[in-house]
């Protein structure tokens, strides 16, 4: 038989002890691993009478390439094999497989090649043995702990040396190429990964079988249309991609060149830009005047660090949609199928990548500007990109939808006896760094709830202060002469007016007395006026025990007591148990936002 021929023409002895310890550790593998069932003993056997050489070794050159008129079987075997085992003499192996023919060296691939013609030397060369060919980056790609193996290389030169025949059998099943490449360390597992990874790097493995031919795959058509892509062509595609992704929650305006290309205009605007971070001018400047409205500018950037991958992802997809409509491709159905495969993979993930390329936001701050980080986005997520920032501004409280009175208060009221509304609402939209409201009717409404609840008043700045409500529900328009009024005001108001009404009741009383005492043959009795005293209160001490959402109740109480006190102060004191909260977020949520309402800790434990 072949198998002992080979074995006494290239060894002088074999260790059978070893031969068949190494023999049953691969069998006792191969059947675990689900590859041998009722022809493992079979398989034994073969494996026995071919050691060191596995007995796909044997059965590809002998049967296949021999198969070849120029091949001469017995003596080109022989041939062969007598340079494979001198190139593995210095290495430690257990036997040697069909995928330890190593291509790279010039004898072994020369004599394989002059069967099948010289244009198999690139082939070899871009897919298989070239740092930069596609078995190399598999080797890379796979799990550090089977680097040691070059898988990439070992299954791609198997598929290779199963691919010729000189009866035009060709190519394998995945059960005999895990055969063939598997040893007693490595999972059989990891060649259904190996395969799936060179699928998508080699450019001549046929696209729908394990065999190598020397037309380029549909992988080969796809690079060489990317390299046709023009960077004109991706920037516009980028621009498409973008403006797909608007759904007006946001006035957008997509790589301004110049300040001037973005209104000056009390709207919240995104503006998303070209450039890693927004040139200082663009928040300050509008053409050859400064900018008024700079609060209201959100600038989303891209990352430059995801510039190359999301690049790549844009030219790809356009040098798919490129091979799709190109008619005079004659694609297969499979090709065909894989193609639209994997446009509509690249379609579904587009938002994704958009998404992970634009998630800088940068806002108005008081010094530059404020940086934020919205991250990568959560798989599948179908949300415009003008939804996204807002609704991630918004959780982070940088967008409000109203603002609380009694901030309004406490930011322009303290130490004030009244302020104008709409110099209030201009310095929500001028003033980088200050709070950030979703609309001009959010403010309205922010206003009249402070009116309502008695925070402050509302009134109007003609030639005088003129006082009209608190806790009643104005109709507010913005106008100029329009202003909330400290509520001390009114009290004061209303302390005058009850004086005065004191005064007329006791003079009409004064005048009664005085007519009843002058009247003749009525009753002497003098009319006495009891005035009984009303009982107050000039301090009051009030420990409350709230209950969970009433909290604002109490803020109403305040308001009220503002009326009727020129001093009060209120301390709270904060328990909380029965869960937890990370360092993290206590110092985000918790003492950031005491911070913004100005709120001091006086005493501060934490456990």
Not at 61 to 67: A, D, K, N, Q
Request: aromatic letters at 8%.
């Amino acid at each position: 038989e072949i198998e002992l021929v080979v074995r006494k023409r290239l060894f002088s002895s074999i260790d059978e002890r070893e031969a068949k310890r190494a023999v049953d550790e691969f069998v006792d593998h191969a059947k675990a691993e689900g590859l041998l069932a009722e022809d493992a003993e079979s398989y034994r056997q073969r494996f026995l009478r071919s050691y060191p050489f596995k007995p796909e070794v044997i059965e590809v050159l002998y049967r296949r390439w021999g198969s070849f008129p120029t091949f001469q079987r017995t003596r080109g075997v022989l041939r062969l094999l007598a340079l494979v085992v001198h190139n593995l003499m210095h290495k430690n192996l257990p036997f040697i497989r069909i995928c330890d023919f190593d291509l790279k060296v010039d004898e072994i691939r020369r004599e394989l090649i002059k069967h099948i013609g010289q244009e198999w030397d690139s082939v070899i060369a871009q897919d298989i043995t070239a740092g930069d060919s596609g078995a190399k980056k598999v080797d890379r790609s796979i799990p550090a702990s089977y680097a040691p193996y070059s898988l990439g290389t070992a299954v791609s030169t198997a598929i290779f040396m199963m691919s010729f025949s000189g009866r035009g059998e060709r190519g394998c099943s995945i059960r005999e190429l895990k055969l063939a490449t598997l040893l007693p360390d490595i999972t059989s597992s990891i060649i259904d990964t190996v395969v799936t990874n060179l699928r998508e790097m080699l450019f001549y493995l046929a696209d729908d079988q394990l065999y190598f031919t020397n037309q380029p795959n549909l992988n080969r058509i796809i690079v060489l249309r990317e390299e046709n892509v023009e960077e004109k062509k991706i920037y516009e595609a980028e621009l498409e991609m973008i403006r797909a992704r608007i759904k007006k929650k946001l006035k957008v305006y997509i790589h301004p060149k110049f300040p001037k290309d973005i209104p000056d205009t009390e709207d919240l605007k995104l503006v998303v830009m070209d450039s890693p971070k927004p040139e200082k001018e663009f928040l300050t400047e509008y053409g050859e005047n400064p900018r008024v409205y700079r609060n209201v500018l959100i600038f989303l950037c891209p990352d430059e660090g995801q510039k190359t991958h999301f690049h790549a992802f844009v030219r790809r997809r356009l040098a798919l949609a490129s091979i799709k409509a190109d008619k005079s491709l004659k694609l297969t159905e499979a090709q065909k199928g894989k193609l639209n495969d994997m446009l509509n993979n690249l379609v579904e993930r587009e938002y994704e990548e958009l998404r992970k390329y634009y998630r800088k936001i940068f806002l108005p701050a008081k010094a530059d500007f404020k940086y934020l980080d919205m991250g990568i986005p959560s798989y599948g997520e179908k949300k415009s990109l003008d939804e996204d920032v807002y609704d991630f501004l918004k959780r982070n409280g940088e967008i409000l939808e109203s603002i609380h009175p009694q901030v309004i208060f406490e930011r322009y009221l303290v130490g004030e006896n009244y302020v104008k509304i709409l110099d209030v609402f201009k310095s929500l939209l001028r003033t980088p760094g200050e709070l950030r409201l979703a609309s001009r009717e959010g403010f309205i409404k922010s206003i009249v709830e402070g009116v309502k609840s008695g925070i402050f008043g509302f009134g109007h700045l003609r030639a005088n202060l003129e006082p009209e409500c608190i806790n009643c529900s104005p109709e507010i328009k913005l106008a100029e002469d329009e202003v909330i009024i400290k509520p001390e005001l009114f009290r004061e108001k209303e302390l005058g007016g009850d004086e005065a009404k004191i005064e007329e009741t006791e003079e009409k009383i004064e005048k009664v007395e005085k007519e009843d005492a002058g009247r003749v043959g009525e009753s002497k009795e003098k009319i006495e006026v009891v005035k009984i005293p009303r009982r107050t209160f000039r301090t009051l001490y009030l420990k409350l025990e709230i209950p969970r959402g009433k909290f604002a109740d109490v803020g109403k109480l305040q308001q009220y007591l503002w009326q009727k006190f020129g001093d009060i102060q209120i301390e709270i004191s904060i328990k909380a148990s029965g869960g937890e909260i990370s360092e993290q977020e206590y110092e985000d949520k918790v003492i950031e936002a005491l911070k913004q309402a100005k709120i001091r800790i006086v005493e501060e434990r934490r456990e």
